[in-house]
Nanobody
Framework: QVQLVESGGGSVQAGGSLRLICKVS????????MGWFRQVPGKEREGVAA?????????SYADFVKGRFTISKDNNKNTLYLQMNELKPEDTGMYYC??????????????????WGHGTQVTVSS
């Protein structure tokens, strides 16, 4: 059984940084995609970034995070990361890790992912 557990969220001021971590337990096929999504109350979940888990890494970012956020992975540790820099108040939301997705799209879309974590809250104050 696949489980995804996020951590690293918190409260920061605008311009600050956070690093989200997603620990994966269980088997996920090596060519599948993992990603990060975010959601605020009353709005749909939106794709932030995604990455193929195979050796030939391909990345995908939503336009609103390009140049500020970086997705990465450590296959040996079964861990997915999201480095978030230059945070803005509009980045506030619950951030979710998603796994076992296919194919990779830009931006990421929730419908292609099969496993989800419970989320970690990110709050950016102005």
């Amino acid at each position: 059984q696949v489980q995804l557990v996020e951590s690293g969220g918190g409260s920061v001021q605008a311009g600050g940084s956070l690093r989200l971590i997603c620990k994966v337990s269980g088997f996920i096929e090596s060519r599948k995609v993992m990603g990060w999504f975010r959601q605020v109350p009353g709005k749909e979940r939106e794709g932030v970034a995604a990455i193929e888990t195979a050796e030939t890494t391909t990345l995908s970012y939503a336009d609103f995070v390009k140049g500020r956020f970086t997705i990465s992975k450590d296959n040996n540790k079964n861990t997915l990361y999201l480095q978030m820099n230059e945070l803005k108040p509009e980045d506030t939301g619950m951030y979710y890790c998603a796994g076992d997705g296919y194919p990779l799209t830009e931006p990421p879309i929730a419908e292609v992912f099969h496993y989800w974590g419970h989320g970690t809250q990110v709050t950016v104050s102005s």
